[in-house]
């Protein structure tokens, strides 16, 4: 089981997203060169990176060759835990391979693979089993900001997959705020919005599992964060790192990014 023990503080990550991309050969080069990279630059922050999942053993080797340097992680994981889901991939399975986390819940699996709260709740479970942490997604679409009903729709998200777990499971998570409308559009929220959300999700953990557990939660930024612009948004109080997208494909530009503490 993951460890339930009082964290002395909240982490700084900073998560790159491969998502749907790269060759068995680039995503080979691109490991090695984020390494190489790491190991010149060391960040004051964990550094994850989740490849698609062909390539977790790739990016695992070079995870163990070089320990403390990078962490991995899967983009997804099944809701099942184990039989006849042809394609699907348990959580027992990400385990064996010594995963420490995945990515749930991304814009991108709710949109396009209609994925709900409900189903997200039982990824979260599968994988708690598993002693592997979850960087849970959630994110407002573009016409909901509009209306005003960011905050609501953030803490639907939150509360429907995650508040029926105990304090102890919750301290195992890792919320990942990513407005839907600055994913891969080029647009980032402002400091101002982004600090905003996060300080709001973090209450929404304090009136459920204590200020604690709120204050040792790692809430990450994911909207079209770069090299440029990741040491303004990292300077929030409530913004503990990176969901990184488009930026994470380019290694320079990854290292950079964790080097914005």
Same mark, same amino acid.
């Given at each position: 089981?993951? $460890?339930?023990?009082?964290?002395?503080?909240?982490?700084?990550?900073?998560?790159? $997203?491969?998502?749907?991309?790269?060759?068995?050969?680039?995503?080979?080069?691109?490991?090695?060169?984020?390494?190489?990279?790491?190991?010149?630059?060391?960040?004051?922050?964990?550094?994850?990176?989740?490849?698609?999942?062909?390539?977790?053993?790739?990016?695992?080797?070079?995870?163990?060759?070089?320990? $403390?340097?990078?962490?991995?992680?899967?983009?997804?994981?099944?809701?099942?835990?184990?039989?006849?889901?042809?394609?699907?991939?348990?959580?027992?399975?990400?385990?064996?391979?010594?995963?420490?986390?995945?990515?749930?819940?991304?814009?991108?699996?709710?949109?396009?693979?209609?994925?709900?709260?409900?189903?997200?709740?039982? #990824?979260?479970?599968?994988?708690?089993?598993?002693?592997?942490?979850?960087?849970?997604?959630?994110?407002?679409?573009?016409?909901?900001?509009?209306?005003?009903?960011?905050?609501?729709?953030?803490?639907?998200?939150?509360?429907?997959?995650?508040?029926?777990?105990?304090?102890?499971?919750?301290?195992?998570?890792?919320?990942?705020? /990513?407005?839907?409308?600055?994913?891969?559009?080029?647009?980032?929220?402002?400091?101002?919005?982004?600090? /905003?959300?996060?300080?709001?999700?973090?209450?929404?953990?304090?009136?459920?599992?204590?200020?604690?557990?709120?204050?040792?939660?790692?809430?990450?930024?994911?909207?079209?964060?770069?090299?440029?612009?990741?040491?303004?948004?990292?300077?929030?109080?409530?913004?503990?790192?990176?969901?990184?997208?488009?930026?994470?494909? #380019?290694?320079?530009?990854?290292?950079?990014?964790? $080097?914005?503490?």
């Amino acid at each position: 089981m993951l $460890n339930h023990k009082h964290k002395k503080m909240r982490k700084n990550i900073v998560a790159g $997203n491969w998502k749907m991309n790269a060759t068995f050969q680039e995503a080979e080069e691109l490991i090695a060169d984020i390494v190489e990279s790491l190991e010149k630059n060391t960040p004051g922050c964990e550094v994850i990176v989740c490849p698609p999942a062909v390539y977790l053993e790739l990016a695992s080797d070079y995870a163990n060759d070089y320990e $403390n340097v990078l962490s991995i992680g899967a983009q997804n994981v099944s809701e099942y835990e184990k039989g006849a889901y042809t394609g699907e991939i348990a959580a027992s399975m990400l385990a064996s391979m010594s995963m420490e986390y995945c990515i749930v819940g991304h814009s991108e699996r709710r949109k396009y693979f209609g994925e709900t709260n409900q189903q997200l709740a039982l #990824k979260v479970e599968r994988l708690l089993e598993n002693a592997i942490h979850p960087i849970f997604c959630c994110g407002e679409q573009l016409e909901e900001r509009e209306a005003g009903n960011h905050f609501k729709v953030v803490e639907t998200q939150i509360k429907e997959a995650l508040f029926h777990f105990s304090n102890d499971e919750f301290s195992n998570l890792l919320i990942a705020y /990513e407005p839907v409308w600055a994913i891969g559009t080029g647009k980032t929220a402002t400091t101002d919005q982004a600090q /905003e959300m996060h300080a709001y999700i973090r209450t929404l953990i304090a009136e459920k599992f204590g200020k604690e557990t709120a204050e040792d939660t790692t809430i990450l930024y994911g909207g079209s964060c770069n090299a440029a612009n990741a040491k303004e948004l990292f300077a929030n109080k409530d913004v503990d790192g990176g969901l990184i997208g488009g930026a994470s494909l #380019k290694a320079n530009d990854f290292v950079a990014i964790a $080097n914005s503490f």
